[in-house]
T-cell receptor
Framework: ETGVTQTPRHLVMGMTNKKSLKCEQHLGHNAMYWYKQSAKKPLELMFVYNFKEQTENNSVPSRFSPECPNSSHLFLHLHTLQPEDSALYLC??????????????FGPGTRLTVL | TQLLEQSPQFLSIQEGENLTVYCNSSSVFSSLQWYRQEPGEGPVLLVTVVTGGEVKKLKRLTFQFGDARKDSSLHITAAQPGDTGLYLCAGARNYGQNFVFGPGTRLSVLP
């Protein structure tokens, strides 16, 4: 248990579906992240939220829409995805600004398959 | 341009062997982390090193941070099949505001 939970763990959706991924952190951190991990590719940072404000969007297509209602919850809304969007989607949290370490703690991920 | 390089990319060894994997950068980091990730799961933090030259031990794993805080190594003694996984290094700057991951070393320990 890392203190970061993600639901669902597995998701299969068609290209015309709309679904949402949920992440919750129980660590009292002030920053949350979405990453995409495709097979045999490095982790790709998608979005960063500091104190609920989006501070980074790494050229992510608009079919991915993040939402951060408070510092403990993060959502990734999905619509009209493509098969190449199939991947493991990871959520992470960290405490930014208080110490040099700033390490990130990850959830177990959501394995997404787009048919 | 990859800010953090990891080598080797793949490593397959027999149970009981020793190994070292490396994480290198031309940039200075305020801290460096090592994670292990198993298939279908999120990365799990193994260690954080902060001081240049620092050495940390976690059972059979020894982590070292370079003197200039630009590189790190992970040494595993007497590897076991349970050590199999993807080993990721990550560097933090600006008190965690900038966080970058390396591409990982995929380790397979055969019984």
């Amino acid at each position: 248990e890392t203190g970061v939970t993600q639901t669902p763990r597995h998701l299969v959706m068609g290209m015309t579906n709309k679904k949402s991924l949920k992440c919750e952190q129980h660590l009292g951190h002030n920053a949350m992240y979405w990453y995409k991990q495709s097979a045999k590719k490095p982790l790709e940072l998608m979005f960063v939220y500091n104190f609920k404000e989006q501070t980074e969007n790494n050229s992510v297509p608009s079919r991915f829409s993040p939402e951060c209602p408070n510092s403990s919850h993060l959502f990734l809304h999905l619509h009209t995805l493509q098969p190449e969007d199939s991947a493991l989607y990871l959520c992470a949290s960290s405490q930014v600004g208080n110490s040099p370490s700033g390490e990130q703690f990850f959830g177990p991920g959501t394995r997404l398959t787009v048919l | 341009t990859q800010l953090l390089e990891q080598s080797p990319q793949f490593l397959s060894i027999q149970e009981g062997e020793n190994l070292t994997v490396y994480c290198n950068s031309s940039s200075v980091f305020s801290s460096l982390q090592w994670y292990r990730q198993e298939p279908g799961e999120g990365p799990v933090l193994l260690v954080t090193v902060v001081t240049g030259g620092e050495v940390k031990k976690l059972k059979r794993l020894t982590f070292q941070f370079g003197d200039a805080r630009k590189d790190s190594s992970l040494h595993i003694t007497a590897a076991q099949p349970g050590d199999t996984g993807l080993y990721l290094c990550a560097g933090a700057r600006n008190y965690g505001q900038n966080f970058v991951f390396g591409p990982g070393t995929r380790l397979s320990v055969l019984p």
